[in-house]
């Protein structure tokens, strides 16, 4: 099973300001990295999959990047409605579909 | 626009069986576009892929739990179920349901229920 690792487990930013958040695989996934968005009371939603490709409706302030091993989650600039729990998924081993432990994202 | 609630008990007995339901509203779950599936997330811990299931009927489970769990699916009432046997406490999590596949990639969750959660305990 690939253990996804999510850093750090919270990170305060002030509205405004750029989040970078990390997710680590156990071994090599590929581009089949997925994050998703949980806010309070609310399901997750999916923002990005292909470790950089937005999905339909979200906006430009959000950006993937890495391959392989490492990834990265940018928010350029937190909004208040960004301030939520993000997790990372790999969907290119099979079984099963791993996610990360999740990064909360806090108003500073 | 697609919608999935899930239905079942908040509370089960160790050693019982959990059964729940995902009902599907707004579009049908007979399409060879998606696959539906089950995520559940223990408090405190990290999502966990149950399993999913085909309109087909055809299904893919977590190994580690795959003695235990089915997914089912019920076309003709728009819906799908999942049982898990002998539960203990470390089956206590939020179950979600959710619609799989975006961009072709199966393993994609394109749309989540709100979630249930079931405790299990005496």
């Known amino acids: 099973e690939v253990v996804m690792t999510q850093s750090p487990a919270t990170l305060s930013v002030s509205p405004g300001e750029r989040a970078t958040l990390s997710c680590r695989a156990s071994?090599?996934?590929?581009?089949?990295l997925a994050w998703y968005q949980q806010r309070p009371g609310q399901a997750p939603r999916l923002l990005i999959y292909?470790?950089?490709a937005r999905a339909t409706g979200i906006p430009a302030r959000f950006s993937g990047s890495g391959s392989g091993t490492e990834f990265t989650l940018t928010i350029s600039s937190l909004q208040s409605e960004d301030f939520a729990v993000y997790y990372c998924?790999?969907?290119?081993?099979?079984?099963?579909?791993?996610f990360g432990q999740g990064t909360k994202v806090d108003i500073k | 626009q697609l919608q999935l609630q899930e239905s079942g008990p908040g509370l089960v007995k160790p050693s019982d069986n959990l059964s729940l339901s995902c009902s599907v509203s707004?579009?049908?779950?007979?399409?060879?576009?998606?696959?539906w599936g089950w995520i559940r997330q223990p408090p405190g811990k990290r999502l966990e892929w149950l399993g999913h299931?085909?309109?087909?009927?055809?299904?893919n489970y977590n190994p580690s739990l795959k003695s235990r769990v089915s997914i089912s699916i019920d076309t003709s009432k728009n819906r799908f179920s999942l049982s898990l046997t002998s539960v203990t406490a470390a089956d206590t999590a939020v179950y979600y349901c959710?619609?799989?596949?975006?961009?072709?990639?199966?393993?994609?969750?394109?749309?989540w229920g709100q979630g249930t959660l079931v405790a299990v305990s005496s």
């Open positions: 292909g470790a950089s």
């Open positions: 998924q790999q969907y290119n081993n099979w079984p099963p579909w791993t």
């Open positions: 959710a619609r799989l596949g975006y961009d072709a990639y199966v393993g994609l969750v394109s749309l």
């Open positions: 071994q090599s996934v590929s581009s089949d």
């Open positions: 707004g579009g049908s779950i007979s399409t060879t576009n998606y696959y």
């Open positions: 299931v085909f309109y087909s009927g055809s299904t």
